[in-house]
């Protein structure tokens, strides 16, 4: 099937920058982003791209966080500038694809602890 592995998280300092990579095996993969979580509250998306379309950003990351791929290695990538102690969470790598009969199937990472902290 298809396995999703991401790297790249850590502690980083208010205003630091940090890059988040993922990997997808297994399967095509037409939509790759990522997701995040803090204690407390539900996942949400931060950022997702097609294999052809644009990116899409949530709002507290536009202008701040930038993601991109690369189609032939099912690898995405984001590089995250500007951090805030807002941005502390987990981030979790998703990809999705479409089955035989048209539905689209989520597959995901086991996550990446990002913290900026002073």
């Known amino acids: 099937q298809v396995k999703v592995v991401e790297s790249g998280g850590g502690l980083v300092q208010p205003g630091g920058s940090l890059r988040l990579s993922c990997a997808a095996s297994g399967r095509p993969i037409e939509t790759m982003g990522w997701y995040r979580q803090a204690p407390g509250k539900e996942r949400e998306l931060v950022a997702s791209?097609?294999?052809?379309?644009?990116?899409n950003y949530d709002d507290s990351v536009k202008g701040r966080f930038v993601i991109s791929r690369d189609n032939a290695k099912n690898t995405v990538y984001l590089q995250m500038h500007s951090l805030k102690p807002e941005d502390t969470a987990i981030y979790y790598c998703?990809?999705?694809?479409?089955?035989?009969?048209?539905?689209?199937?989520?597959?995901w990472g086991q996550g990446t602890q990002v913290t900026t902290s002073s």
């Open positions: 998703n990809a999705k694809r479409s089955n035989f009969y048209g539905i689209v199937i989520d597959y």
């Open positions: 791209i097609g294999s052809q379309s644009s990116p």
